[in-house]
């Protein structure tokens, strides 16, 4: 079955630190992989996605995400986390007929 | 341009009554999307609608209906309210029924089943 799996439901950095939120996914063809960002009260915003090619990919906000095929991870970073990333972060993956399966959410806390 | 819009914003609702999100979307997108948002669980496909006309199920339907009478609107009716449907509910849109399409979110509708 197709699932994804954010293992960290909640992290905290201190403002200029690096970040580095974990994605892992289980779907039998090649995925297409999404990370989506949720302010609070708010949508959801496309941050990146991946379909094929270069396996590392930039986004909005200076995000990027790392396609790992062997280990099955998406994983999103940042170099220098600012007050404002603080929200939660969604991976997801698509499915056939563009339905999208989410994790369960990260929730990302900055400090001063 | 507005995108999606979702109403109401939020609402308390007694169980056992019907109640009708509205989505509506001004980017001609042909598909429509409806999500519920739990802690813990992420977000969960309730229904979809590839095209104006056609709807299907999703993850989680059991207890809501929708419709696709034309390609703007998309309104997710539960009818008959219980208080396991206290989430939040967001409606997406995405130009194709497509895996390489992006999915647009409105803002939310948060709901309280009491």
């Known amino acids: 079955a197709q699932s994804v799996t954010q293992p960290d439901i909640h992290i905290t950095v201190s403002e200029g630190a690096s970040l580095e939120l974990r994605c892992n996914y289980s779907?039998?063809?090649?995925?297409?992989l999404f990370w989506y960002v949720q302010s609070p009260g708010q949508g959801l915003q496309l941050l990146l996605k991946y379909f094929s090619g270069d396996t590392l990919v930039q986004g909005i906000k200076g995000f990027e995400a790392e396609f790992k095929r062997s280990q099955s991870s998406f994983n999103l970073r940042k170099p220098s986390v600012h007050w404002s990333d603080a929200a939660e972060y969604f991976c997801?993956?698509?499915?056939?007929?563009?339905?999208?399966?989410f994790g369960q959410g990260t929730e990302l806390s900055v400090k001063p | 341009i507005a995108g999606i819009t979702q109403a109401p914003t939020s609402q308390i609702l007694a169980a056992g009554r019907r109640m009708t999100l509205r989505c509506t979307q001004d980017?001609?997108?042909?598909?429509m999307y409806w999500y519920r948002q739990d802690l813990g669980l992420g977000l969960r496909l309730i229904h979809y609608s590839n095209t104006a006309g056609t709807t299907g199920k999703g993850e989680v339907p059991d207890g809501y209906s929708v419709s696709r009478a034309n390609t703007d609107d998309f309104p997710l009716t539960l009818a008959s309210a219980v208080p396991s449907q206290t989430s939040v509910y967001f409606c997406a849109s995405s130009d194709r029924p497509s895996s390489t399409d992006t999915q647009y979110f409105g803002p939310g509708t948060r709901l309280t089943v009491l």
């Open positions: 980017m001609r997108h042909n598909a």
């Open positions: 997801a993956v698509g499915n056939q007929g563009g339905k999208l399966i």
């Open positions: 779907y039998g063809a090649t995925p297409y």
